[in-house]
């Protein structure tokens, strides 16, 4: 289940990178929508819709958001293998 969970988050990731999903937020859960902001690839459905909606961020804000997630990532593994608590 837990790879699942990894999935979802990736997801919501590249939508972001891809420019379609605007609120992205470490203090925040996947949302809701983000099932709409793909296409089905069950039902085959194309990805003409999601090419157009589609505006990659630059690379020094990619970069940026990508540093702020690992350092807060690393906080929390080396605070939990300190035995500490979360501030």
Same mark, same amino acid.
């Given at each position: 289940? %837990?790879?699942?969970?990894?999935?979802v988050?990736?997801?919501?990731?590249?939508?972001? @990178?891809?420019?379609?999903?605007?609120n992205?937020? @470490?203090?925040?859960?996947?949302? +809701? +929508?983000?099932?709409?902001? @793909?296409?089905? @690839?069950?039902?085959?459905?194309?990805?003409?819709?999601?090419?157009?909606?589609?505006?990659? %961020?630059?690379?020094?804000?990619?970069?940026? !958001?990508?540093?702020?997630y690992?350092?807060?990532?690393?906080?929390?593994?080396?605070?939990?293998?300190?035995?500490?608590?979360? !501030?």
């Amino acid at each position: 289940m %837990l790879k699942i969970k990894w999935y979802v988050e990736s997801l919501w990731a590249l939508v972001w @990178v891809l420019g379609i999903n605007k609120n992205f937020k @470490v203090d925040e859960p996947v949302g +809701d +929508d983000l099932i709409q902001m @793909v296409p089905d @690839v069950r039902k085959t459905q194309n990805f003409t819709t999601l090419k157009a909606k589609t505006l990659i %961020l630059n690379e020094k804000e990619i970069y940026q !958001q990508a540093d702020f997630y690992y350092r807060v990532h690393w906080y929390c593994v080396d605070t939990r293998l300190k035995g500490g608590k979360l !501030q």
